[in-house]
């Protein structure tokens, strides 16, 4: 069965399986960047076999949203 991803729609294939208040397919960039909201909620991740990069509570000295836009 391959599933979509509930944010982007059907033109986007799902990389996560999230399960909570109930179930959301997500795709690696939706999940990227819903990781930590979602996880402080209980929401789990379930990989569908595609990774996400998931959210550092530390990043490393120079390494962050605002070096990468430099």
């Known amino acids: 069965m391959t ?23 997500l795709c690696g960039q939706c999940a990227s960047r819903l990781w930590r909201a979602l996880s402080v909620r209980g929401w789990i991740f379930w990989s569908l076999g595609v990774h996400a990069v998931a959210p550092q509570a530390n ?10 836009a430099a």
């Open 3 to 25: 599933e979509t991803c509930d944010r982007c729609g059907p033109a986007v294939g799902a990389a996560y399986r999230v399960e909570g208040a109930g179930e959301l397919y």
């Open 59 to 68: 990043p490393a000295p120079g390494c962050g949203p605002a070096e990468d």
